[in-house]
Nanobody
């Protein structure tokens, strides 16, 4: 059974930094997309950053240069390093995994992903 457990969220002032972690349990597929998504109140869930087993990364335009996705395969952990936080980054952040199933959904589309964590809240005050 695949389990994803996020941690590292918190309340910070604008300009601050956070590192989110996602511990992955029970994922045995050799191919994957792993991603970070966020959902603000009243808004749809959106992709923030993804990484594939090939090492290819994708970033949402508004976070490129401030967010960095990385993975430690030895620790089965996915990270999202966030710098220069802005109030508009406030959201619940989720990690997700997909074994690169054959689907028409892009790697940044939440609908592609079938394994999700419970989320970690990031709140940025101005």
């Amino acid at each position: 059974q695949v389990q994803l457990v996020e941690s590292g969220g918190g309340s910070v002032q604008a300009g601050g930094s956070l590192r989110l972690s996602c511990a992955v349990f029970g994922y045995t597929y050799s191919r994957y997309y792993m991603g970070w998504f966020r959902q603000a109140p009243g808004k749809e869930r959106e992709g923030v950053a993804t990484v594939s087993n090939d090492g290819d990364t994708w970033y949402l335009g508004s976070v490129r240069g401030r967010f960095t996705i990385s993975q430690d395969n030895a620790k089965n952990t996915l990270y999202l390093q966030i710098y220069s936080l802005k109030p508009e980054d406030t959201a619940m952040y989720y990690c997700a995994a997909d074994p690169r199933r054959f689907t028409s959904y892009n790697n940044y589309d939440p609908k592609r992903y079938n394994y999700w964590g419970q989320g970690t809240q990031v709140t940025v005050s101005s």
